[in-house]
């Protein structure tokens, strides 16, 4: 992760717009913080984008902290709402929803709209994207930078292999028997590799929905740790490195698996699509994207950041804030984003600008995470949700370096969030 960063994007970026004079013009200030989970210079394409912001409403002058990952960003928000210093919007991650509403940190964005426009604004983005943004008949949260899990591979590992470049594993045996055919007996190259430190939970979430199976209810107070899918879904994992040797035993490390692809050490990973500009810019080699495989159907968790306003604003500051979230959502600064980032668009609307068409006619592989919508799932979010999830993130853990089988581990993390969530139902 990149180091503790403040920016505050004020004169500098807007007098070449604007002229030196703005931020005397401001009338309403704001502090956004916003987080960076995979690495790169994405906050120089933040800053960017909320310069163009000011530069439109010299009314609004707005403060952009990069405040670390996602954890981070939620911990240094909410202690500026208890420091005195609140900040009046922030980029958290979309499974933060229930914990907000539960210390009474935000405020509905039904609260705010008052327009019929706005309304359907509030409409206006993938389905499945807002099932981690709307909770009670309300919306919380509005996605900015979602992702899907997809697989890149390496082309020309496959080419050396004997396999075809063009087709990549669709299905989970697909998945072995390739592996198997792509990893090097002298150990300097992997089959596959899925990342098991930093948010193993999402990428379980992705093994589970192709089994069939979801980790949660729509209420966010029941898991499904234990189910007979899940356990079978952990196996599998833990038997990719344990009896088929196509991927390390043991953890994987989240924050070094693109230098590790993009170095030759494994031929395929599994990885956000928030990583897809990072890898078209750098690898040095032929590469693909593609949908995660099967068993018995595709399936993904969604992933990534929502917007959300912080109940202790003025009205005043609640109109900017939102304003700033449509500006940072809307169609041309979403394909932007998805340009800069390889995030997806969040809107269809977002796929119909000129720029995401072209980029798309280009670069076919920054449709993937779209098209993937189509077999994706919420991401695990319940009440006690960083309680929940490090249970589940222990399980995992404990079951692919062996300290426990799958069955064992998964029995004791629902046993665990049961306890944790039957007050909430």
């Not at 439109?56 to 500026?80: F, H, M, Q, S, T």
């Not at 709307?134 to 899990?149: C, D, L």
């Not at 292999?161 to 990549?168: E, I, M, R, T, V």
């Amino acid at each position: 992760m990149l180091t503790k960063l403040k920016r505050s994007v004020t004169g500098l970026a807007v007098a070449a717009c604007m002229g030196a004079g703005m931020a005397a013009q401001a009338d309403t200030e704001l502090t956004m913080y916003y987080p960076v989970a995979v690495g790169g210079p994405l906050t120089e394409v933040v800053d960017g984008m909320v310069a163009d912001f000011m530069a439109e409403n010299p009314d609004i002058k707005v403060n952009a902290i990069y405040a670390g990952n996602y954890n981070d960003a939620r911990i240094k928000a909410l202690a500026a709402l208890q420091s005195g210093e609140p900040a009046q919007l922030s980029v958290m991650f979309s499974i933060d929803i229930y914990e907000l509403i539960e210390q009474d940190a935000i405020v509905p964005f039904d609260d705010i709209v008052s327009t019929d426009e706005e309304k359907t604004w509030l409409d206006s983005f993938y389905p499945t994207l807002m099932e981690n943004g709307r909770t009670g008949g309300k919306t919380w949260g509005i996605p900015f930078q979602r992702s899907t899990i997809v697989m890149y591979y390496n082309k020309d590992a496959f080419r050396e292999a004997g396999l075809d470049p063009d087709s990549p594993p669709a299905t989970w045996d697909e998945l072995a028997e390739a592996g198997k055919k792509l990893t090097k007996d002298d150990g300097s190259q992997w089959g596959v590799m899925i990342p098991s430190t930093g948010y193993p939970y999402w990428m379980f979430g992705a093994l589970t929905m192709q089994n069939d199976q979801v980790l949660m209810n729509g209420a966010g107070d029941t898991t499904y740790f234990d189910a007979p899918a899940t356990v079978e879904a952990l196996e599998f994992w833990r038997a990719l490195g344990a009896t088929h040797k196509v991927m390390p035993e043991g953890t994987i490390e989240w924050g070094t698996l693109r230098q590790n692809f993009l170095e030759g050490r494994t031929a395929m990973m599994w990885h956000s699509t928030g990583n897809l500009t990072a890898v078209k810019n750098n690898a040095t080699f032929d590469f693909g994207v593609a949908m995660l495989p099967a068993n018995k159907r595709r399936g993904t968790p969604t992933g990534g950041g929502n917007f959300y306003i912080f109940k202790q604003t003025s009205p005043e500051e609640r109109v900017a804030a939102m304003k700033l979230v449509k500006f940072m959502t809307g169609p041309e600064q979403s394909a932007r984003w998805s340009i800069k980032t390889g995030y997806m668009g969040v809107s269809p609307a977002a796929y119909e600008t000129e720029a995401l068409q072209e980029y798309v006619k280009e670069f076919p592989y920054a449709a993937v995470a779209r098209d993937q919508l189509e077999f994706a799932t919420a991401e695990l979010s319940t009440y006690q949700t960083g309680r929940v999830r490090k249970l589940l993130d222990d399980a995992i853990q404990a079951a692919l370096t062996g300290a426990k089988s799958p069955a064992e581990a998964l029995g004791e993390a629902q046993s665990q969030a049961d306890r944790l969530l039957r007050p909430y139902r």
